[in-house]
């Protein structure tokens, strides 16, 4: 039972480049977000999904883009990458409602 | 809007010693609470959570956790902590309304376990 999986786990970037970030999950989930996790940040809403086929802003949705491409995959794109998106990317789902969120493993981005 | 305070960032504590994380929390209406941990080069797993009814909820690894409305907080303890409860431990609340599709997370809390 994978449950959330991301992809890749790690990637160093050249500021400019630009990248997407792979989440997909099993649980046949609603919702899909995705976190950026700074340190004494906390974690921080990117983008989310409340259900198929919708897309919503969160706290730092600047310098991003998000496609949710069915039920299972929900991917976060980085156009023209900076320094300051250098962070650890969690992608999480939940069913809906009061039901927890569950979370992937991270992936660990370094834009030089 | 809602808002989550973890009022101390590091806490050591030495082994078998009771420990208690603090969480208090701002909404205008009803909310969900949830306490996650992370340990090193982890995602966050889900260690309990307050959706209604009894006050004191049980979770995974011996922890609980108090919901107090009128203080607004969800504090979480442990009797006696382990070395392997090393982690960093984040409390999330989620407004009922609007589908509680968002979490507000604080900004965590370091548990260190001395031996």
């Known amino acids: 039972n994978a449950g959330v999986t991301q992809t890749p786990k790690f990637q160093v970037l050249k500021t400019g480049q630009s990248m997407t970030l792979q989440c997909a999950q099993d649980m046949n989930h609603n919702s899909m977000y995705w976190y950026r996790q700074d340190p004494g940040m906390g974690l921080r809403l990117i983008y989310y999904s409340a259900s198929e086929g919708t897309t919503d802003k969160g706290e730092v949705p600047n310098g991003y883009n998000v496609s949710r491409l069915n039920k299972r995959e929900f991917s976060l794109r980085l156009e023209s990458a900076a320094p300051s998106q250098t962070s650890v990317y969690f992608c999480a789902s939940k069913e809906g409602g009061s039901q927890p969120q569950h979370f992937g493993d991270g992936t660990r981005l370094s834009i030089l | 809007a809602q808002s989550v305070t973890q009022l101390d960032s590091q806490v050591p504590v030495f082994e078998e010693a009771p420990v208690e994380l603090r969480c208090n929390y701002s909404?205008?209406?009803?909310?969900?609470l949830f306490w996650y941990v992370q340990y090193p080069n982890q995602g966050l797993q889900l260690l309990l959570k307050?959706?209604?009814?009894?006050?004191l909820v049980k979770g995974i690894n011996g922890f609980e956790a108090e919901f107090n409305k009128s203080q607004t907080s969800f504090h979480l303890r442990k009797p006696s902590v382990h070395i392997s409860d090393t982690a960093e431990y984040f409390c999330a609340v989620s407004d009922l309304g609007a589908g509680s599709y968002q979490l507000t997370f604080g900004k965590g809390t370091k548990l260190s376990v001395i031996p």
């Open positions: 909404s205008s209406v009803s909310v969900y």
């Open positions: 307050y959706l209604s009814g009894s006050t």
